[in-house]
């Protein structure tokens, strides 16, 4: 059977997200691991006043192509950037744009959305989850297309304690809610969103078990997988060490932290941290892609890509790792670090009181009596908003099945497993992890190696 750098050989590849923090690394490895891929398609959207060809350009230029550019500095020529804002009718391509793409496309690998917790429903039921039946619509298009893989998230399903590797019925009908949704005005849709949403956290987690039931509604007519990673974190070891380009889930934690503002906050010390590299992630992707592509499964195979079940990790050890920044903070910092756990609410609530409030009140008494503009308050207020939001995932814990990942690697030769290697195992691993991203942290005043 052909290696996964054969497979991809000559073939025309379509990415959606190729900006953000998961697409560049899929961008990257794809181009470095299957060197003769013939060319990748991005749908991107201008944005901040740059056009889409120099988003593309100036991606192409950041630290984390660098053994790219290395192995071939022609790489740029294999890839094509294509207009498109996703929740445009028809992803706003155009004719000469998607003649192109329904005539050469392969293989799609679908990673755009917004990962936002507090995104407004309305936003994220369109890119989440019409976005995607446009594209599958799209792919139903595509006499050559192989494999469509969609990206989901391993909490899709967190309203349950124990998620197998199969597609749950949806919290709702998506066309009903879609067709519901439209009518009304944002200022309705905003005070029913805790009634529709309701034992799921938050609207990102809902869209995205939305999607997958679009997903699998089109299963029989494409070869579909669902890739469910956990928590995305810094790239373990490829292209390098610690590679991370956000302050999303617990990155903002630990910067915060480092910077001695976050003293407290809510987490379980015994419930199971579920990190996944950013890089295992994407070698399972490109695993799925070509599992996909060529066992043409009958029905959608979902992956879950966790690390709790084979590599426990907790929120505890997690916070033992950062009294590392009592030694060592970060530039600027606020105060000395010194960041606990409690998973008493009261508790929390207190050391909040104490640690966070009463301080920044000082010190914002003290910028207003310099003729300076107060600001911690304003910081720390941001700051509760955004723990509140992450507490619900670090609090307690899922169990993972992942027969479909154990199924895929027993898959790959010996060379593919080396190459596209899936599981974690070393235990070291999550503190190598963490370590290398907490020195990427500090080495750039805390502005991250390659921001987008
Ligand atoms: C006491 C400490 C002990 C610590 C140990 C324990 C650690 C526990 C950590 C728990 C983490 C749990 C994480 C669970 C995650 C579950 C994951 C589910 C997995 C997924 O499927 S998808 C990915 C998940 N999505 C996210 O993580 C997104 C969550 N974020 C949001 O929804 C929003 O960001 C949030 C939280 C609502 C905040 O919004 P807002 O206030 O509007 O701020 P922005 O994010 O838009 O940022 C504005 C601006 O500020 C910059 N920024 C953000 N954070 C930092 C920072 N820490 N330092 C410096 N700058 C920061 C940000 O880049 C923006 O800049 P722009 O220039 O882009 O405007
Ligand atoms: N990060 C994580 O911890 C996890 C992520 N996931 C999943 O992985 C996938 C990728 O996540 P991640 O890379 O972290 O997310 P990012 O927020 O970093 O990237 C999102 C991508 O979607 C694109 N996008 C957003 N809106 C539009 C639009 N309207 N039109 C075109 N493109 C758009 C963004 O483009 P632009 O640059 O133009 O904004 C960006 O390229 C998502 O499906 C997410 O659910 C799953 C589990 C964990």
């Known amino acids: 059977m052909a290696s996964i750098a054969d497979y991809y050989a000559g073939k025309s590849v379509l990415i959606t997200g190729a900006t953000g923090f998961m697409g560049k690394v899929l961008v990257e490895k794809l181009l470095r691991s299957c060197p003769h891929v013939r060319a990748l398609y991005l749908l991107v959207r201008p944005k901040a006043g740059q056009s889409m060809q120099e988003r593309v350009s100036d991606m192409m230029k950041c630290k984390l192509f660098d053994r ?78 192989q494999a469509f893989i969609h990206i989901s998230t391993a909490y899709a399903n967190c309203n349950r304690r124990h998620i197998d590797d199969i597609i749950y019925p949806p919290p709702v009908e998506p066309k009903k809610l879609i067709d519901s949704l439209e009518w009304m005005e944002d200022s309705i849709v905003r005070d029913i969103t805790p009634r529709l949403i309701g034992d799921h956290p938050n609207t990102y987690t809902y869209t995205k078990a939305l999607a997958e039931c679009v997903v699998q509604k089109e299963s029989s007519k494409l070869s579909i997988a669902i890739i469910r990673p956990s ?11 610690g590679w991370i380009d956000n302050f999303n889930g617990p990155s903002g934690v630990f910067i915060a932290a480092g910077k001695g503002i976050l003293r407290t906050m809510r987490a379980n010390n015994d419930a199971v941290a579920d990190l996944i590299p950013v890089d295992v992630v994407i070698n399972l992707t490109l695993a799925a892609g070509w599992y996909t592509a060529v066992h043409r499964p009958k029905a959608a195979l979902v992956y879950n890509c966790t690390t709790g079940g084979i590599n426990p990790f907790h929120w505890g050890e997690i916070g033992m790792f950062l009294f590392s920044f009592k030694r060592n903070p970060l530039e600027q910092a606020f105060r000395r670090p010194n960041a606990n756990i409690t998973s008493n609410y009261l508790m929390n ?46 609090s307690q814990d899922w169990e993972w099945n992942s027969e479909n990942m154990n199924m895929l690697m027993s898959h790959l030769s010996p060379e593919d497993r080396k190459v596209q290697y899936l599981q974690p195992r070393p235990s070291t691993y999550h503190t190598a992890m963490i370590a290398t991203s907490l020195q990427t942290f500090s080495s750039r005043h805390s502005t991250l190696m390659c921001v987008s």
Not at 231 to 241: C, D, H, K, L, Y
Not at 373 to 386: D, E, V
């Open 68 to 145: 790219v550019r290395e192995d071939n500095p022609d790489f740029h020529q294999k890839i094509v950037p294509i207009s498109s804002e996703l929740i445009q009718p028809g992803l706003a391509i155009g004719p000469e744009d998607k003649e192109t793409l329904t005539s050469c496309i392969n293989i799609i690998f679908h990673c755009a959305a917004t990962i936002r917790f507090d995104e407004p429903l309305k936003h994220a039921l369109q890119l989440n989850v019409m976005a995607t039946q446009q594209l599958i619509s799209l792919a139903q298009q595509m006499p050559h297309l």
């Open 231 to 241: 928590i995305v974190g810094a790239s373990w070891q490829e292209p390098f060490p």
């Open 349 to 394: 609530q207190y050391w909040i009181l104490v640690s966070h409030r009463f301080p920044a009140l000082l010190y914002d008494l003290y910028l207003r009596l310099s003729g300076q503009k107060p600001q911690m308050m304003r910081i720390f207020n941001r700051l509760h908003k955004a723990i509140g939001l992450l507490e619900y995932f670090s």
